[in-house]
C-alpha cells in the first residue's frame, strides 16, 4: 500500500521521486508501528490532523485519513488478538452513532440548496466534513476509552498535546516578533487568512486558538506533576506562558473568552495544580485593569474588544439557525448547507443589529 502511495504521489510531482521515497520508507515505518499498537496510532492521526492544512496535496488521499485507517486496523487487530477487549456500547455511544447515522442520511439525502458558497461557487466537500467533524472524533473517543488506560499512554498523550501546543505558540510569537524567515508554513506570515492576528498553521485564530488553551491546560499539569523530571516541569511552565501569550496574540474575543473561562474553572477546581491558574487569572485582571480605556476600545490590533462587527455577526448568524430548524425541524435543510441557507435565508436578531452582518 505505501509503494502505490509512493508512486501515485511519483506521478505528481517526477523530479522528487527521492525524498518522495525517503517519506514513504519513514511511512511504512510509521504505519508499522501504528499497526503494533493502537496508541501510537492515534497520536500519529492527532499529529497528521494538526498538519493537514500545511501539508501539500501530492498524496491521492490526505495523510489524516491514512492514518484514521490505521487507528481503526490496529483497534481491530488488538482485538482480534485478544489484547484489547471488544468495546461495549452505552449511553453516550449510542447516542454518537445515531449522530453520525443521522449525518450519513444527511450526507446522501436530496435537499433544496447544494453544499457550495453561493457568491464563489466553492464547493463543500460533505463527506470529508462529516469524517473530521464527527466520525473521526467519536472514533477516537472510543477507542480512547479501551486503549489509553496505562499511565505510560496517558503521559505520552500528554506530550504530544503540549509539543503541539508548544510549536503553535512559537509560530505565533515569531509571527509578530520574528524572525519570521523560521516561521513554517510559509502562508502564516505571507498571506494569512485573518491580516493581524496569529492565525497559526491551521491559518485560523479559532483552532489555533483552542489548540493553544489546551497546550496551557496540559502544561500547567505536567508542571504540577512531581513525578516529572525537573528539567520537563521548567519546560512546561515555558510552555504554558508561551500559550497564555500566543492565545492573546489570536486578538479574537471568543479565544479570549473560553480562555478566561478555562482560567477560571481552573483556579476554582483544577485540584492540585490550580496555582498556575490563579496567577494567570491575576496578571490578565491586572493587564485589563492597567489598560481599560485600551480594552474596552474598537482597536482589535492593540487588544480592543468594543467592536460590536463580530458579535453582530454571530447573533444574526444564530437567528437564521434558530428560524431554519423552526422551518425544518425534523429533516433539515442537509449537512453542509448552512451557506447557502444564509444567502437566502438571512435572518436579523433584533433591528438594531444591521441585516448584512453574518
Not at 118 to 126: D, N, R
Request: hydrophobic residues 55%; charged residues 10%; aromatic residues 10%.
Amino acid at each position: 500500500m505505501a509503494v502505490l502511495i509512493v508512486l501515485a504521489a511519483a506521478a505528481k510531482v517526477p523530479n522528487h521521486f527521492g525524498v518522495l521515497l525517503l517519506l514513504g520508507a519513514v511511512g511504512s515505518a510509521l504505519v508499522f508501528a501504528g499497526l503494533r499498537d493502537p496508541v501510537v496510532a492515534v497520536l500519529l492521526l492527532l499529529v497528521t490532523t494538526f498538519l493537514r492544512v500545511a501539508l501539500p496535496s501530492i498524496l491521492p488521499v490526505d495523510p489524516f485519513v491514512l492514518a484514521y485507517l490505521g487507528v481503526v486496523g490496529a483497534w481491530a487487530i488488538w482485538i482480534a488478538r485478544g489484547i484489547n477487549r471488544a468495546p461495549r456500547l452505552g449511553a453516550i455511544e449510542c447516542a454518537m452513532v445515531l449522530y453520525v447515522t443521522w449525518n450519513v442520511m444527511s450526507m446522501f439525502s436530496s435537499h433544496q440548496y447544494g453544499s457550495v458558497i453561493p457568491l464563489s461557487g466553492a464547493e463543500l466537500s460533505v463527506p470529508r466534513f462529516v469524517l473530521t467533524g464527527t466520525i473521526i472524533p467519536f472514533t477516537v473517543f472510543l477507542v480512547g476509552r479501551y486503549t489509553f488506560d496505562r499511565a505510560s499512554a496517558v503521559r505520552l498523550l500528554l506530550w504530544t498535546i503540549l509539543s503541539l501546543g508548544a510549536y503553535s505558540a512559537a509560530m505565533c510569537i515569531l509571527q509578530f516578533h520574528g524572525p519570521t524567515a523560521l516561521v513554517w508554513p510559509r502562508y502564516i506570515v505571507e498571506s494569512p487568512s485573518w491580516e493581524g492576528r496569529a492565525v497559526g498553521i491551521f491559518d485560523q485564530p479559532v483552532v489555533n486558538g483552542v489548540v493553544l488553551t489546551l497546550g496551557f491546560i496540559v502544561a500547567l499539569l505536567l508542571a504540577a506533576t512531581r513525578s516529572e523530571p525537573r528539567w520537563s516541569r521548567i519546560l512546561a511552565i515555558a510552555i504554558a506562558v508561551a500559550c497564555a501569550y500566543g492565545v492573546y496574540l489570536t486578538h479574537t474575543r471568543v479565544v479570549w473568552l473560553a480562555f478566561a473561562v478555562v482560567v477560571l474553572i481552573g483556579a476554582t477546581s483544577a485540584k492540585g495544580f490550580r496555582t498556575g491558574f490563579v496567577m494567570t487569572g491575576a496578571v490578565m485582571t491586572a493587564a485589563v485593569a492597567i489598560k481599560w480605556s485600551t480594552f474596552t476600545s474598537s482597536d482589535r490590533s492593540a487588544g480592543g474588544v468594543g467592536s460590536p462587527d463580530e458579535l453582530q455577526d454571530r447573533l444574526n448568524t444564530a437567528e437564521t439557525a434558530i428560524w431554519a430548524v423552526q422551518e425544518k425541524p425534523l429533516a433539515g435543510w442537509g449537512i453542509g448547507r448552512f451557506t447557502a441557507m444564509n444567502t437566502y435565508h438571512h435572518q436579523r436578531w433584533a433591528p438594531d443589529v444591521p441585516w448584512i452582518r453574518g
